[in-house]
């Protein structure tokens, strides 16, 4: 059944004139007492006669200086393996934890020698390049920006250099973007900066590029413009294949407002960004005809037919059977997983008292992508991170699920030490990584069922009970519901119990409110 919810009564965060309250940056330590305790650090919280006047550290500079302090933090972790860990010895760089794909693959596929990715086949077993485009090209760069002379140990160490350099920035621009998705919240923008799973694993690889491109893409979502949203997601799933999961959340959320304009140009956008990238190199013409690369589609079909692998529910499974599931079995059951999941998210959304923030619907459509892959490397981690700071901005929640990531990453390095040592038996053994991959898949379980939790009693999510509706949905943010089902179509029958103060009817004005 569909109708129109009631509106909801919601406090407001101060005894104060809406237009002070829209103008008033949230203060974390006021409403967080993780956030309070870890302020005596630095003085304390934020006293409630504080002004907030322009000032050149502004939050926004704040974090983006921490952010970058942190990345340089999680380069120095990885020094030990640029001494030599990375060339020398088989399980030195999984002993200190600084493992790399980097400077691995700059000789191993083909960057050193100048082949050009999807075109020229490589030596060995991966004949071409497994990455999506964009961030093949992104490697190719940094390939020109790497001096040629010298030892290819050299080059390697140079190569990881100019990598971790534009991975910098691209985490400056992650942390520019989520401080102001939601602009009366620019100090979540910390949790992303200060999360200890993003400066460990920042320069395992090139995610954080898609990363970045994503959080931009967000970013323009949440004011209201619609195409670059759908240019920047297109050019993010170019690089990565994730991003392209959040059209879902946004398809359910615009049905429900009603704004299936703006969710058709986001669409279209987001096609027509990916194919100006991929055609020049998907499509291939010869005598016969046109046809299709096979070095573009090797990311797909190594995909496809990659088995069973690191940190997934999966892998416990085929090491606890007598006979593990075949790599087919795996992909349909997966895929099964995933499709239930996107349902689920899907129900929730057309369901829900109110209609969900889309940070929170975006979040858990990504975990959802992580806790059923068949594989789950450890950078996969900065997928969430940007993602779980604004669908639930809460210190004790967020550093609970990083401290498990953390564990995971500390595990599966140890979990490598221990197989590449032979006899020496040196790390962790196949139980005791069996036990921080389960850490793993309980912690974004953990983080999943909280966020549920919010959708479903949205009096308890933090950025709502402040007084916001949805910051980062763009035109969904006070817009009014046109398709709901369920309970949601009937006025709800329990009010919440809220603090003393004043409260706002959604979708009437201030004038109203205050009437």
């Known amino acids: 059944m569909c109708g129109m919810p009631s509106a909801e ?18 203060r974390p330590t006021k409403e967080d007492e993780v956030a309070a305790a870890g302020s005596e650090l630095i003085g304390g919280p934020v006293g409630r006669r504080v002004l907030f006047t322009a000032s050149w550290w502004g939050p926004v500079r704040v974090i983006v200086l921490v952010a970058l302090g942190m990345f340089a933090l999680g380069m120095v972790q990885k020094f030990p393996c640029y001494n030599g860990g990375w060339f020398f010895g088989a399980s030195s760089q999984y002993t200190h934890a600084c493992y790399s794909d980097i400077p691995h693959l700059y000789q191993g596929r083909g960057f050193a020698d100048g082949l050009v990715p999807y075109f020229d086949k490589l030596p060995g077993d991966m004949e071409y390049l497994e990455y999506p485009v964009l961030t093949g090209v992104f490697m190719e760069v940094a390939s020109w920006l790497t001096p040629g002379n010298g030892s290819i140990q050299h080059q390697e160490k140079w190569y990881w250099m100019v990598n971790a350099g534009m991975l910098m920035a691209c985490t400056a621009v992650i942390a520019v973007c989520i401080a102001r998705t939601h602009r009366r919240r620019p100090w979540d923008g910390l949790l992303v900066a200060l999360a200890p799973a993003f400066a460990l694993t920042a320069t395992i690889n090139w995610d954080l590029f898609a990363v ?34 959040l059209l879902g959340p946004l398809l359910i959320l615009c049905w429900r407002a009603g704004k299936w304009r703006e ?37 797909y079909t190594f995909s496809q037919e990659r088995g069973v692998d690191f940190g997934s529910i999966w892998l416990i499974l085929s090491q606890r059977m007598d006979s593990p599931l075949t790599t087919d079995t795996v992909n349909t059951l997966a895929t099964a997983l995933m499709l239930l999941a996107c349902l689920g998210v899907g129900a929730l ?29 450890p950078q996969y981690v900065l997928w969430l991170i940007p993602l779980a700071a604004l669908a639930r901005p809460r210190w004790r929640d967020f550093l609970i699920w990083q401290a498990c990531e953390v564990a995971y990453f500390l595990g599966i390095w ?65 817009a009014e519901d046109v398709f709901v089902l369920g309970a949601a179509a009937h006025p709800p029958r329990h009010a919440a119990h809220m603090a003393e103060g004043t409260y706002v009817k959604w979708g009437t004005t201030a004038d109203d409110a205050s009437s």
């Open 9 to 26: 009564m919601t406090p407001t965060s101060e005894h104060q004139p809406p237009s002070v309250r829209e103008r008033e940056p949230v």
């Open 212 to 245: 970045a491109l994503t959080a931009a893409a967000m970013l323009m979502w949440s004011r209201g413009r619609s195409l670059a949203f759908g240019v920047l997601l297109g050019l993010a799933t170019a690089a990565k294949l994730y991003p392209a999961l």
């Open 263 to 299: 969710f058709g140009t986001a669409v279209g956008a987001t096609v027509g960004a990916w194919l100006v990238v991929n055609l020049p190199v998907m499509v291939m013409h010869d005598s016969t005809g046109f046809h299709i690369r096979e070095g573009w589609a090797k990311f």
């Open 349 to 377: 959304g057309l369901t829900a008292p109110r209609r969900p923030r889309f940070a929170q619907l975006a979040f858990l459509v990504v975990a959802a992508f992580i806790l059923t892959n068949k594989v789950y490397s």
């Open 414 to 478: 140890m979990y490598l030490a221990y197989t590449t040592s032979g006899d020496a038996h040196k790390g962790l053994p196949t139980e005791g990584y069996q036990l921080a991959i389960a850490v793993h898949l309980l912690g974004t379980l953990y983080l999943c069922v909280v966020v549920v939790r919010d959708i479903l009693m949205p009096e308890r999510d933090v950025v709502r009970r402040a007084g916001d509706d949805d910051p980062s949905g763009g035109v969904l943010d006070g």
